[in-house]
């Protein structure tokens, strides 16, 4: 038996989340799609797509017949938005999953922390930048213990709706965060580079991680075996190239991100994430890993709810 969700936001985000499900899912079942915009394309195409929609935002959501039968509730909208989603979501004993960068609840990186918050009334899926490159953070420190970790992400400009332009602050807040928190560095750092280049480019991320002297070749199989488990949800998820290594010289003012440590080694990982293109082109895939990452999150939680019941 399916358990029936809701995506709140019409938006490109939410309209790949509908899609993904209705094409990929074989556990859960889009009940609706809630936007604001009563003549936007991700509500059109939910009506042709025969799912129930509202443009009266989260009220029209909780007010429809079909939301009796709702268990979990995706937010695809805005990190201001989404606090007052979760006011009127939260006691209404729905399970949030939240693509903004909110916050609200705990971060979850599914090949990192997958199963960690299952119980959780709400989590945070981070932010499109984070769920390209914390993998790799948490890869580095399974080997080792990484002292400053910092992230660049560059995506397509066309690619940015107007939610992630108005939370730019709240991205790189949120991602410098969860690279502490779920990728393990003591230290944490985030950029976004929203790229205007025609035609637009795939996303690009690169990481950069400070670590003690270590084992490369272990360093380096771990971020080989995160690809793949990554690569099992997003396929277009690769390595640009081979994993690069750097002595940090004694008067290089990198030494200041490392302190205590002698001779800190400077690991980077270039990153290409190409979107599926189920709603958007290829380059899209900024959207691709973030509702791939949301689904794969909403259906671990929804077969654990299951397995309790049994």
Known sequence: MSTK??????????????????RLSESLEVAALAGIDPDSDGLARARRLKVTTTHKGVEGLVGLDEFADVEFVFDATSAG??????DVLRPLGRTLVDLTPAALGPYVVPPVNGDAHLDAPSVNMVTCGGQATIPVVAAVGAVTPVHYGEIVASIASRSAGPGTRANIDEFTETTSAAIEKVGGAARGKAIIVLNPAEPPLIMRDTVHCLVSDCATEAVTASIEDMVARVQAYVPGYRLKQKVQYETVAAD?????????????????????????????????????????????????MAAHVTEAVK
Do not use: C
Not at 81 to 86: C, D, F, G, K, N
Not at 252 to 269: E, H, I, M, Q
Not at 284 to 293: E, K
């Open 252 to 300: 290089d003012p990198l030494r200041t991100l490392a302190t205590g440590v002698d001779d800190p080694l400077k690991v980077s990982v270039f990153l290409e994430v190409e979107g599926a293109a189920h709603y958007l082109p290829a380059y899209a895939g900024n959207l691709d890993i973030m509702t791939s990452a949301a689904l794969r999150t909403a259906e671990r």
């Open 81 to 86: 938005a989404h606090r007052h989603h979760e």
């Open 5 to 22: 969700v809701a995506i709140i936001g019409s938006g490109n985000i939410g309209t790949d989340l509908m899609i993904k499900v209705l």
